[in-house]
């Protein structure tokens, strides 16, 4: 029996935005507790579309009044959220620069971006993308809703940037990524971060490692 065979398969469908600040932890998160189990897994991770502000302007909205609208907070509490975001990210390894000038974007196209790479022969590049815009986004302060910049984030990531600027610029995997955003509201996803593990676990939320690590134990468990 070779190694690969004593693995445990997991595949795993990430469901979630990369203007979500949640989602950014939920991965680091996620990856984290993966890699505690490096040696006992196979694992397969998908990742899903979720628009938290699909009618969004090609502009964006800054941040601070965006937030204070949405969910009737105030300025001081949208501070203190943002505060506790970068802390739980620093658990992490994953670095917030909440600024006044931070905005939210449109992230249809990062998306259709994403559904491409995931046709690419390599299969690392997909997670290196998805890392890429949420760090351009949170990190970096960057307008991932412009082609341009989606372009050089991709040609970051190692991939061919002609290639990126030709799905984006013409349309393509619009309708794909349409219909898998109805595929997993219809599934009942609600909120992201939503992690599903072989169509069997549901992690909802930006939970701690352990909390990730204790359900792929269940996994391993269950597989001997």
């Known amino acids: 029996m070779t190694s690969n065979e004593r693995k445990t398969p997991v595949k795993i469908d990430f469901v979630s935005d990369v203007v979500c600040p949640w989602c950014a932890i939920g991965l680091a998160s996620l990856l984290k507790a993966l890699e505690l189990r490096q040696r006992d897994l196979k694992v397969e991770i998908h990742f899903r579309p979720f628009e938290l502000s699909p009618g969004m302007a090609a502009d964006g909205e800054l941040v601070m009044p965006y937030l204070r609208d949405k969910y009737g907070l105030t300025e001081q509490q949208v501070r203190e959220n943002h505060s506790l ?26 998306h259709r971006l994403l559904h491409w790479v995931a ?46 600027r030709d799905v984006l610029e013409q349309g393509l995997y619009a309708d794909e990524v349409r219909n898998e955003e109805q595929l997993w509201q219809e599934r009942g996803i609600r909120s992201v971060p939503a992690m599903i593990l072989n169509d069997q676990y549901l992690i909802n939320g930006a939970q701690p490692p352990q909390a990730i690590l204790e359900v792929i134990d269940r996994l391993i468990e269950a597989s001997h």
């Not at 909440?98 to 196209?109: A, E, I, Q, V």
């Not at 351009?136 to 190692?158: I, K, M, P, Q």
């Open 85 to 110: 975001i970068s802390q739980r990210g620093n658990t992490v390894g994953f670095r917030f620069d909440f600024n006044d000038d931070s905005r939210k974007w449109n992230t249809f196209d990062a």
């Open 119 to 164: 046709t690419l022969p390599d299969s690392s590049k997909p997670m290196m993308l998805k890392f890429a815009l949420l760090q351009a986004n949170f990190t970096d302060n960057r307008n991932v809703s412009h082609h341009d910049v989606l372009v050089a984030v991709a040609e970051e990531c190692g991939l061919n940037g002609q290639q990126a």
